[in-house]
């Protein structure tokens, strides 16, 4: 069994504690959290071997083979290194790194502890579903882009109304918009298209300095990807990839719980796989799959991918917000 | 009853035709075509009094109130012009003209002409669920912007992927995505939302050097309208226009046959109003209003909001143009 540790105690690692649980491939061997009463009570819940208040502790004591770190995003590079130091591998929420300066250090640090697996939890695309959402596009006669969209009033929003800074809308925390919604279609634009020629930001900033929602531009040259995404508003909008006549739809791209394809006539046919026990066991499978047997060569080509879009995914957060001029307390350390 | 002619024998001119007869209000006085052939059998289906294959002959003999051009885009401007000149009115397919300088010709020559009335066929900004769209906007709590799709694969498309160049897929004729379909979610856009600050335009251009699809973001300040549309692939996707936690959705933002809003629980409420008789009507009835008396006051403000849209989409689709350097002949004259 794969004995895994986690950081942050929100809605997110409940999940993944589920998750993993679901795998039977995992033992729950440490969580942690800065208050006593909290990290208690999510190890009682999750029925953890014992609960820390010391992040550092943790790691030195628990016997660790990988840590979940679901903190806010500010604080990922500095918990990831921690563990890395260790020998202890890690998944991290996605954004992981706040910057490109960060996910380099993060790569050099690796190569130094080359035992260490160094996964990002981006769910969606370890899915069924994005695989039949591949597949589809392999079959389209051309690609001529794709119009994904992503968008979900948070109820944190009710509180930067009423006047507060929740951690989500902060650039303090590596937050907003881009990095907490946006980043779903990005991941799915990079899985599918690879690393764009170039790229471009239209943020809404908010009163908090962050932006509340966006579009993002990422251009291939012979095609474009429009990635629309908020977090202050709802959106009921299809998905799309474009083929010639044909179209592939999806409910939402950071959802991807329902994929159709439509042909020249307008006919749907329903590409999705079955309904999923929790949207974060296919990846818990997959990282396990690489943390049991690293030298597997399917093993070690999947993990070379998913490292190959978290640095695309990495650069090409940052690409955008320099094209808008939107900065993070984190880019200055 | 007013009398009417037409330039142009395809499928909008029949529509219009057809709207023009069922409103009771016009008299199809004469059709014009370049070929003998085509313009007697449109007259023929149509019952006109008379066909031409002269266009300034149908100006100066057929004693008509008001001409209706839908030729080429890059034709309108000439055509127009003379019948200005005889003081006969205009309703001008959209986009009425290729950029700002023929635009700005025409106002002057109106200036010279007052009796002349000059109408944009836009033809969804005159309909019941555009007032409706319009209604539950002005509710709406806060507006966040929109994203408005109008993307349907032209048959002629298929022409080209065959080597020839559609008169609509021509820089030659004005022609391209922007000026075909994007113009009506534009147009709605600026109705809705009024003249962007500044804008910018992602064309993706084919191999008749026209865009063959693209998108545009017009920027309000506050919030920003993406356009997505294109005609050479087939989009399924919702228009939509954010609220906070509301959202008003159109099936499709150059159709506007469906219209709801749903509240922040994602309940919808069907704002349509019954489905129109041909889609053209409501143009007709307006422009037949505005004809028959002048000088009413609700008439005189109703033309002075469409002259004022129709200059700003204009100028709108002429910076969209230069901020994509994508340049059409009839600019240069």
Redesign the interface.
């Known amino acids: 069994m794969i004995r895994i540790g986690t950081v942050g105690t929100n809605w997110i690692t409940q999940q993944l504690v589920e998750a993993v649980a679901l795998s039977k491939r995992y033992t729950l061997a440490g969580v942690y959290s800065r208050h006593q009463e909290t990290a208690d009570a999510f190890a009682q819940k999750n029925q953890a071997e014992k609960s820390y208040t010391d992040y550092e502790t943790m790691l030195d004591q628990a016997n660790l083979d990988v840590v979940y770190i679901a903190s806010p995003n500010s604080l990922h590079f500095k918990q990831a290194m921690a563990a890395i130091d260790r020998d202890i591998s890690i998944i991290v929420e996605k954004p992981a790194f706040s910057n490109r300066r960060e996910m380099a250090a993060i790569m050099a640090e690796l190569k130094q502890h080359p035992a260490v697996k160094y996964f990002e939890a981006a769910r969606h695309v370890h899915t069924p579903n994005f695989k039949a959402i591949s597949k589809a596009l392999m079959a389209l006669p051309t690609v001529?882009?794709a119009?994904l969209?992503y968008?979900k009033?948070s109820s944190r929003y009710d509180k930067v109304l009423d006047g507060e800074q929740p951690n989500v809308f902060t650039k303090e925390f590596s937050g907003g918009a881009l990095q907490d919604l946006g980043v779903y279609p990005i991941y799915l634009a990079i899985a599918l298209f690879g690393q764009p020629e170039n790229v471009?930001f239209?943020p809404?900033i908010i009163v908090t300095g962050a932006d509340?929602?966006g579009?993002a531009?990422l251009?291939y040259g012979?095609?474009?990807v429009?990635v629309?995404f908020?977090k202050?508003?709802?959106?009921?909008?299809?998905?799309?990839i474009?083929?010639?006549?044909?179209?592939i739809?999806i409910d939402s791209a950071g959802e991807l719980t329902h994929v159709e394809e439509?042909d020249?006539s307008?006919q749907a046919t329903d590409l999705s796989a079955a309904e999923l026990a929790n949207p974060m066991l296919p990846e818990a499978e997959d990282f396990a799959r690489v943390l049991e047997a690293p030298d597997d060569k399917q093993n070690v080509a999947d993990y070379q991918r998913w490292l190959q879009w978290s640095l695309t995914v990495n650069q090409v957060l940052f690409d955008l917000r320099v094209s808008a001029n939107l900065k993070f307390p984190a880019d200055q350390h």
């Open positions: 001529q882009g119009a969209t968008m009033y471009a239209f809404t509340g929602k579009l531009m251009r012979d095609f474009d429009t629309n908020g202050t508003s709802n959106s009921y909008a299809l998905s799309e474009y083929g010639l006549k044909e179209t739809t439509r020249a307008g």
